[in-house]
Nanobody
């Protein structure tokens, strides 16, 4: 059974940092492009960051560039999202996802975690 399990969310004040983790079971993450997405209350799910198979290539949504870093540890089958200088508008449920496609669009991720809540107070 394939599972992606996120952890590391929580309630923090603006300006704080959090590191999200995504652990996989039944899935070898090195075979997948990985991404982080988020969904705020009343809003659609949105792309946050993606990372290539090797980790050499990353992309970010504009609003998190310079504050968030996506990285992976293929040996440990883990994905991370380091979030610094958090803002109230970063409040959302954060999901990790995996895709076999080279340049996946948001609809091309085959596997999803259940999410972890991040709440940033002002």
């Amino acid at each position: 059974q394939v599972q992606l399990i996120e952890s590391g969310g929580g309630l923090v004040q603006a300006g704080a940092s959090l590191r999200l983790s995504c652990a996989a079971s039944g899935l070898t993450l090195s075979n997948y492009v990985l991404g982080w997405f988020r969904q705020a209350p009343g809003k659609e799910r949105e792309f946050v960051a993606t990372i290539s198979w090797s980790g050499a290539s990353t992309t970010y949504r504009t609003s998190v560039k310079g504050r968030f870093t996506i990285f992976r540890d293929n040996a440990e089958n883990l994905l991370y999202l380091q979030m610094n200088s958090l803002k109230p508008e970063d409040t959302a449920v954060y999901y990790c996802a995996a895709s076999v496609k080279y340049l996946p669009g948001a609809l091309d991720y085959e596997y999803w975690g259940l999410g972890t809540q991040v709440t940033v107070s002002s």
